[in-house]
């Protein structure tokens, strides 16, 4: 069970903290998320599983401006300059350094901040949960301080809730883990792979409309919960069926639960004509499965390889049927 946090503490002046540390520079990295199963599910209490994209890297740099000044500047792909000026688009990310000064109780001391993302945003990676994780743990390690990982949490869902209303939780877990995790309403759990499972994320490069799909799904609910809710409560069970062949180590069975399942977010109506032609491209190449991953109606697909060399075959088929990126993210301990 995830215990509440207390993100304010006593204030601090720059005289304060300069008693105790310095601030110098901080950095701090976080990389994407993918989900095994339960997208959409999660919403209405249904489990997923969650798996870590390492090779996609967020990278925050925060370094403290000269001459005790109180404001903060930003350089990132999204804006550069004043972090009062900053666009709506970027207000998770000044949450982020505002909420962990504020953590500190640090009022009168400016940062610099730099943010290099691999992670695309809206492609159902956490982009958002990504930055946040990366630029939160770097200013606090900016203040040389380490925060504890329920605190992190608690932060990271401080700046879910400016870019998404009402975060689930699951990317704020998913982009500080190194394992594929369990995720349910009443805690986390690691899963741990009885053998080497090699996956392939592949980029549909359409956007993709979470708050359209999460909005449609829950319109279908208000339409027809019983229909609705017996689809959750299947993606609901093939995410248990995911978790025990993932620990038995049987990636076939594994592979047919994610085609089960995208055809269950498919009748929810959250697939689109791009994400079923990778699916289609990538069962065609001998993915063991492929599904469409996150919110849907655009973003990613994620296809299952027997190995890692196989993997890199399947990127190569889905990136001539017009992924615009791939990644291969291989999970358990025999893989690393």
């Not at 000044?94 to 290099?116: C, I, N, S």
Request: glycine share 10%; with cysteine; proline share 5%.
């Amino acid at each position: 069970m995830v215990s509440a946090v207390r993100l304010a503490g006593p204030t601090m002046t720059s005289s304060d903290l300069h008693s105790t540390t310095t601030p110098r520079t901080g950095t701090a990295s976080s990389h994407g998320k993918t989900i095994l199963i339960g997208e959409h599910a999660v919403v209405y209490g249904a489990p997923a599983i969650v798996l870590p994209v390492l090779d996609a890297v967020v990278t925050a740099t925060v370094t403290p401006i000269p001459g005790g000044a109180s404001g903060h500047t930003l350089t990132s792909s999204v804006h550069t300059g004043p972090l009062d000026l900053a666009p709506a688009a970027v207000m998770p990310t000044v949450t982020a350094v505002t909420a962990t000064l504020a953590h500190f109780g640090v009022t009168d001391q400016g940062f610099h901040v730099r943010v290099d993302s691999a992670v695309p945003t809206a492609r159902g990676m956490g982009s958002s949960a990504a930055v946040a994780a990366a630029v939160t743990a770097a200013v606090a390690d900016a203040l040389g301080e380490v925060l504890d990982p329920e605190t992190h949490h608690a932060l990271i869902q401080t700046c879910e809730r400016v870019a998404h209303g009402r975060p689930s939780g699951l990317d704020a877990r998913g982009v500080v883990t190194d394992v594929p995790i369990w995720f349910e309403a009443d805690g986390i759990l690691p899963v741990d792979p009885g053998a080497p499972v090699a996956f392939v994320v592949a980029d549909s490069g359409v956007l993709g409309h979470t708050r359209d799909a999460v909005a449609a799904v829950r319109a279908q609910h208000d339409r027809s919960p019983e229909t609705v809710d017996a689809i959750v409560a299947r993606i609901g069970g093939l995410a248990g069926r995911a978790r025990e062949t993932l620990v038995d180590g049987d990636a076939r069975s594994l592979g047919a639960t994610m085609d089960a399942a995208h055809d269950l977010l498919a009748a929810l109506d959250v697939s689109s004509t791009d994400l079923d032609r990778l699916v289609a491209a990538a069962r065609d190449a001998g993915a063991l499965g492929a599904k469409l991953t996150g919110g849907g109606r655009g973003g990613c697909v994620l296809a299952l390889a027997r190995d890692a060399d196989d993997a890199d075959r399947i990127a190569t088929v889905l990136r001539a049927a017009g992924a615009t990126a791939t990644w291969t993210t291989t999970i358990g301990d025999r893989a690393r």
